[in-house]
């Protein structure tokens, strides 16, 4: 759980005293997730969480794509936004982290909605677009591996409806996107990334620097 990028711990602290409605089944996921090793580091901020439900709520979202679960705060809050009879499809490389979350999504009444799909990512999306077809889903979260982001947001533009909404996390990077000294495989695959974004004329984009960086991505509608 990256801090808000830029923001004093005290601004910090002001905006979730006065936002945050983070309920008591989502604060012990977050609370046991801290204390995994980098548990805080890899989770969204419950400010983001509130956030992805509440953008996946506006969509509205029948059906929604999650690649990266970790321990699954962000696929909660996602599945609590479906509108009814809706599915969330949650991606991970292992379903270790994953179970940690069932558990809570269980308390939450919310996990007969969750379809959690084990294995490389790129596998786990050649498979759903053969399943389920492009254009399918009306939301798309990306938080996995930041190496694989350009790749999972081209499959994520194929498999998004028209008016559908992509959300990628950790657009920032702790920073790190504007040290010229930082060249690890994740900084430089998140540069790539957002340049890609920037550039791509089939889309409308907004990085929103809230959390650890979250860019917003929808298809640019056709105009009258």
Do not use: H
Request: hydrophobic fraction near 40%.
């Amino acid at each position: 759980m990256a801090n808000q990028v830029g923001l004093p711990a005290a601004l910090s602290e002001y905006i979730r005293v006065s936002s945050l409605r983070e309920d008591e089944i989502l604060r012990q996921l977050r609370e046991t997730t801290a204390e995994l090793p980098a548990g805080s580091a890899m989770q969204v901020m419950p400010e983001e969480g509130q956030l992805l439900t509440l953008l996946a709520g506006l969509t509205p979202a029948r059906r929604i794509l999650e690649i990266g679960t970790f321990t699954g705060y962000s696929t909660l809050c996602l599945a609590r936004a479906l509108a009814p009879g809706g599915r969330l499809i949650t991606c991970d490389i292992t379903d270790r982290w994953p179970r940690i979350g069932a558990d809570y999504w269980a308390k939450a009444g919310v996990e007969a909605r969750i379809d959690l799909r084990v294995g490389a990512a790129a596998d786990t999306l050649k498979a759903i677009l053969t399943e389920e077809g492009p254009g399918t889903f009306d939301f798309v979260f990306i938080d996995a591996d930041k190496q694989g982001y350009p790749d999972y947001y081209e499959m994520a533009l194929t498999l998004l409806d028209d008016r559908g909404l992509i959300v990628v996390d950790n657009t920032l990077f702790f920073g790190k996107v504007v040290d010229p000294d930082a060249q690890d495989p994740d900084t430089t695959g998140i540069r790539a990334f957002n340049k890609l974004v920037r550039d791509d004329p089939r889309v409308e984009m907004s990085l929103v620097p809230m959390a650890d960086g979250i860019t917003l991505i929808r298809k640019k509608q056709p105009t009258a």
